[in-house]
């Protein structure tokens, strides 16, 4: 197993933990909004109980995907603050001044947005999940959860500032990814960078619009 | 051409440091940057003041001694250039130009604007070579290198080993450096010997000094004079993989079989 911690010691290594912790996350946004996106169907009501019902009756697939997420997301939460301790020491003294060419504002801020995604990642839990943080929780009726959730303007508004954040985060992460596990290649990696920029603004777009849905009315 | 210049006074590693400012006056459009240092040097000496400390060598952007960090970025604005190539002409008339040091944990400042790389010599004396017995060399067509490989290595080559890609990164990393070092070896049919041992032992020796790691920002490409790609750093990954999954590591015994 010394090849096990070599690699976990290494820079190179972490980075590797990051970028396959952070797909696992990454596969979850995605297939969590595609399952979400059913409110706004028509008869989404009874569509999303369905298939909230359709998680609980498998509860080894539900409880299996629960359990890797959170194990990804410990050891991204890890890995991110053991290398930004790591980076701290290595940059001690700022410029005084300091013009960025390249690196996008995204990209300098992934350890705001990831701690920011975090809080969030627990305040929903509580929210829509096990409910204690819900005005009128019910376990069996994932819809009316929803409609009563969002239907307070700042549980939405807070919704709506962690999405812009999640955006922010995967349109760097979404490409980053793919460099740390070293695949970079002069032909594929700038529309990379374009469609994790692109995917990065569909998804919020996508997850903002279930709240914003509620409080204009349009899901009742 | 006029220019108020703010320098980043140093006395010595463990003293505190500040900008100082220094008006120029009838500077060369024609004139280098170091060039116009020199003369302001050569001022501060006959005021009885202590000149500037700065390096440069070949000042013709091969050595990679060079390196300051001009108005916040390391080498100034001109993209795919050294400090000693830049020239007066690519500032403004009466612009302030503020000269810092490459500032990296890794990079101490040993004075003013003069910094200690020596962590990038241990980063090369652990891997950064091919062993190859001495004498009279080989038939040159002896080992066929194709074009398109000899190209690639190149690009990797032309590394500098400035400093400038830890000097501009938010995370003080050398990857860029490491990478391109471990790539043009690699990349030749002579480096494959040693490949993926060099890759393990450079990386090594990068984490032992305590460089950052990447966060791929792309920060150090675009400052690079040389114009190094990612792709190295990409690269550098694979080797790195490679050699932690896939070499059979050493026994410590020696020999044997
Ligand atoms: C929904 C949750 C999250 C998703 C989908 C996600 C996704 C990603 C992805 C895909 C990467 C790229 C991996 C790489 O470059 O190697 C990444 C990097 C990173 N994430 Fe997350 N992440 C999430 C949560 C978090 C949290 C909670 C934190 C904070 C503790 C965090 C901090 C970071 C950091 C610091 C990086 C590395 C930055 C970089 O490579 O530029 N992430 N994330
Ligand atoms: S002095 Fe040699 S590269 Fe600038």
């Given at each position: 197993?010394?090849?096990?911690?070599?690699?976990?010691?290494s820079?190179?290594g972490?980075k590797?933990?990051?970028?396959?912790?952070?797909?696992?996350?990454?596969?979850?946004v995605?297939?969590?909004?595609?399952?979400?996106?059913?409110?706004?169907?028509p008869?989404?009501?009874?569509r999303?109980?369905?298939y909230?019902?359709?998680?609980?009756?498998?509860?080894?697939?539900?409880?299996?995907?629960?359990?890797?997420?959170?194990?990804?997301?410990?050891?991204?939460?890890?890995?991110?603050?053991?290398?930004?301790?790591?980076?701290?020491?290595?940059?001690?003294?700022p410029y005084?001044?300091?013009?960025?060419?390249?690196?996008?504002?995204?990209?300098?801020?992934?350890?705001?947005?990831?701690?920011?995604i975090?809080?969030?990642?627990?305040?929903?839990?509580?929210?829509?999940?096990?409910?204690?943080a819900h005005?009128d929780?019910?376990?069996?009726?994932?819809?009316r959860?929803?409609?009563?959730?969002f239907?307070?303007?700042?549980?939405?508004?807070?919704y709506?500032?962690?999405?812009?954040?999640?955006?922010?985060?995967?349109?760097?992460?979404?490409?980053?990814?793919?460099?740390?596990?070293?695949?970079?290649?002069?032909?594929?990696?700038?529309?990379?960078?374009?469609?994790?920029?692109v995917?990065?603004?569909g998804?919020?777009?996508?997850?903002?619009?279930?709240?914003?849905?509620?409080m204009?009315?349009?899901?009742? | 051409?006029?220019?108020?210049?703010?320098?980043?006074?140093q006395?010595?590693?463990?003293s505190?440091g500040?900008?100082?400012?220094?008006?120029?006056?009838?500077?060369?459009?024609?004139?280098?940057?170091?060039?116009?240092?020199?003369?302001?040097?050569?001022?501060?000496?006959?005021?009885g003041?202590?000149?500037?400390?700065?390096?440069s060598?070949?000042?013709?952007?091969?050595?990679?001694?060079?390196g300051?960090?001009?108005n916040?970025?390391?080498h100034g604005?001109r993209?795919?250039?050294?400090?000693?190539?830049?020239?007066m002409?690519?500032?403004?008339?009466?612009?302030?130009?503020?000269?810092?040091?490459?500032?990296a944990?890794?990079?101490p400042?040993v004075?003013d604007l003069v910094?200690?790389?020596?962590?990038?010599?241990?980063?090369?004396a652990?891997?950064?070579?091919?062993?190859?017995s001495?004498?009279?060399?080989p038939?040159?067509?002896?080992?066929?290198?194709?074009?398109?490989?000899?190209?690639?290595a190149?690009?990797?080559?032309q590394?500098i080993?400035?400093?400038?890609?830890v000097a501009?990164?938010?995370?003080?990393?050398?990857m860029?450096?490491?990478?391109?070092?471990?790539?043009?070896?690699?990349l030749?049919?002579?480096?494959?010997?040693e490949r993926?041992?060099?890759?393990?032992?450079?990386?090594?020796q990068?984490d032992?000094?305590?460089?950052?790691?990447?966060?791929?920002?792309?920060?150090?490409?675009?400052?690079?004079?040389?114009?190094?790609?990612?792709?190295?750093?990409?690269?550098?990954?694979?080797?790195y993989l490679?050699?932690?999954?896939?070499?059979?590591?050493?026994s410590?015994?020696?020999?044997g079989?």
């Open positions: 197993m010394t090849w096990l911690r070599s690699l976990w010691q820079t190179i972490k590797v933990v990051m970028a396959v912790t952070g797909l696992i996350l990454f596969g979850f995605i297939g969590h909004l595609l399952g979400n996106m059913q409110v706004l169907l008869d989404g009501a009874r999303i109980n369905h909230s019902r359709f998680l609980h009756e498998n509860a080894g697939l539900l409880w299996g995907a629960r359990a890797t997420l959170l194990i990804a997301l410990i050891l991204h939460l890890i890995t991110s603050l053991q290398l930004t301790l790591r980076n701290r020491k290595a940059r001690p003294e005084r001044v300091k013009r960025w060419r390249e690196a996008s504002y995204a990209s300098r801020t992934m350890m705001l947005s990831g701690p920011i975090f809080f969030y990642i627990v305040y929903h839990l509580a929210h829509l999940t096990t409910g204690q005005p929780f019910n376990p069996d009726d994932v819809y959860n929803l409609v009563i959730g239907g307070v303007w700042w549980a939405s508004g807070a709506i500032v962690a999405q812009i954040l999640i955006a922010m985060h995967i349109s760097h992460g979404a490409w980053s990814m793919f460099q740390s596990v070293g695949l970079n290649h002069p032909l594929y990696t700038p529309p990379l960078k374009m469609l994790a920029r995917l990065a603004i998804i919020a777009a996508g997850y903002i619009s279930i709240p914003v849905a509620v204009t009315g349009l899901v009742t | 051409m006029n220019f108020t210049l703010r320098i980043w006074r006395k010595g590693p463990a505190p500040d900008l100082v400012t220094y008006p120029m006056k009838d500077v060369s459009p024609d004139m280098s940057l170091l060039e116009m240092l020199d003369g302001l040097n050569e001022r501060l000496i006959a005021e003041q202590e000149p500037i400390a700065f390096e060598d070949c000042r013709e952007g091969i050595c990679g001694v060079c300051l960090t001009i916040g970025i390391p604005r993209r795919s250039t050294t400090t000693c190539q830049l020239h002409r690519m500032f403004e008339d009466g612009e302030e130009i503020t000269i810092e040091p490459f500032r944990g890794c990079f400042v004075k910094v200690d790389r020596r962590a990038f010599d241990r980063i090369i652990s891997g950064g070579f091919i062993s190859a001495t004498g009279s060399a038939e040159a067509n002896s080992l066929p290198v194709s074009k398109k490989m000899s190209d690639r190149m690009d990797a080559a590394c080993g400035c400093g400038a890609c501009s990164c938010p995370n003080g990393s050398a860029l450096f490491v990478g391109a070092k471990i790539s043009h070896l690699g030749l049919p002579q480096g494959q010997p993926y041992d060099r890759a393990r032992k450079m990386v090594a990068m032992r000094e305590g460089f950052g790691a990447c966060t791929n920002t792309g920060e150090c490409e675009a400052v690079c004079p040389k114009d190094i790609s990612l792709e190295f750093i990409a690269r550098m990954f694979r080797d490679r050699s932690v999954f896939v070499e059979r590591p050493e410590g015994a020696g020999g079989p």
